[in-house]
């Protein structure tokens, strides 16, 4: 039963340090997609990659948040400097090639407390 | 430009009573449609999904939806709750802005009573 994985599932850390979320999309799966849920914003969709390359970021704060795709098989999320409204969870996840219709894939989350 | 509105945030039922979540959509575009139930501290998993022909579309665990394009809706029910039931759902668009980009509603908590 193919699954997304995410490490780590839990992370405490101070405000100012980095933060690094690690993504395994599932295999043959050409999309992958960070959202971040909170209590008051709900499901955000942070960014997405297709092939490995960014089609869009664009609900990422530019100046701290990061997301890349170093092979087909790893995506990492990476904040620097945390704070503490950076508290989440972020769920990663994946899909085949999209027209549009296909399902999305979730991992099980990394829940992130910043102090 | 898509949209969702989830009416209602909680919604709380009995064992065994009509469960109906109400989803609302905006789209420039046919769209997809796609219900999403997620379980305390779980990702969320695909109920079921919309995408062209047949309207009323049946999922997992025993929900079902129908596409009403007139009145732009795709509300999930299930005949008989389950205590097992008890999640938060998120209804979801793809409107063909930007292939795979969903757009989620803010989400409906289902309380099971006994």
């Known amino acids: 039963d193919a699954r997304v994985t995410q490490t780590p599932r839990h992370k405490v850390t101070e405000m100012g340090q980095e933060v690094t979320m690690r993504c395994q999309p599932i295999?043959?799966?050409?999309?992958v997609f960070w959202y971040r849920q909170t209590m008051m914003q709900g499901l955000e969709l942070l960014a997405y990659?297709?092939?490995?390359?960014?089609?869009?970021d664009s609900g990422m704060p530019k100046d701290r948040f990061s997301a890349e795709m170093p092979d087909a098989t790893l995506a990492t999320l990476k904040i620097q400097p945390s704070e503490p409204r950076d508290s989440a969870v972020y769920f990663c996840?994946?899909?085949?090639?999209?027209?549009?219709?296909?399902?999305?894939?979730f991992g099980p989350g990394t829940r992130l407390l910043v102090l | 430009a898509q949209s969702v509105t989830q009416l209602g945030s909680h919604v709380s039922v009995s064992e065994g009573a009509l469960v109906l979540l109400r989803c609302n959509y905006s789209s420039s575009v046919p769209p997809y449609l796609f219900w999403y139930v997620q379980y305390p501290n779980q990702g969320l998993q695909l109920l079921l999904k919309?995408?062209?022909?047949?309207?009323l579309v049946k999922g997992i665990n025993g929900f079902e939806a129908e596409f009403k394009k007139s009145e732009t809706s795709f509300h999930l029910t299930k005949p008989s709750a389950h205590m097992s039931d008890a999640a938060e759902y998120f209804c979801?668009?793809?409107?063909?802005?930007?292939?795979?980009?969903?757009?989620f509603g803010q989400g409906t908590i289902l309380t099971v009573h006994p």
């Open positions: 996840a994946s899909g085949p090639t999209t027209g549009g219709e296909e399902t999305q894939y």
């Open positions: 295999l043959g799966h050409n999309t």
């Open positions: 990659f297709r092939n490995r390359a960014p089609l869009d």
């Open positions: 919309y995408t062209t022909g047949a309207t």
């Open positions: 979801a668009v793809n409107g063909g802005t930007s292939y795979g980009k969903l757009t």
